[in-house]
């Protein structure tokens, strides 16, 4: 998109939050665009997360031994136990 397309999204946008919050003033106008203008827009809807199998930093998908989770968890809660305060 060319420059005026993008200033034309986001001055909409910004007088369209105005009317939401029914707040009409320069200054919060002026915010409003300084924020716009620091988001990032994405127009790739196409983008899709690839992870690969076997991570185990993700749960609920696989990449995770059920087993060593359960093991882990009971571990700790015993060692929790036996420790003296």
Do not use: W
């Not at 939050?17 to 409003?32: A, E, G, I, K, W």
């Not at 196409?46 to 571990?75: F, H, K, Q």
């Amino acid at each position: 998109m060319a420059g005026h397309e993008v200033a034309n999204l986001r001055i909409a946008a910004a007088i369209a939050t105005m009317r939401r919050y029914d707040r009409f003033r320069v200054p919060y106008f002026q915010s409003l665009l300084v924020q716009a203008r620091k988001q990032t827009r994405t127009e790739d809807g196409s983008r899709e997360i690839v992870r690969r199998p076997g991570n185990p930093m993700l749960r609920y998908v696989g990449g995770c031994d059920p087993l060593t989770d359960t093991n882990a968890a009971v571990a700790s809660a015993s060692l929790q136990e036996s420790l003296k305060l």
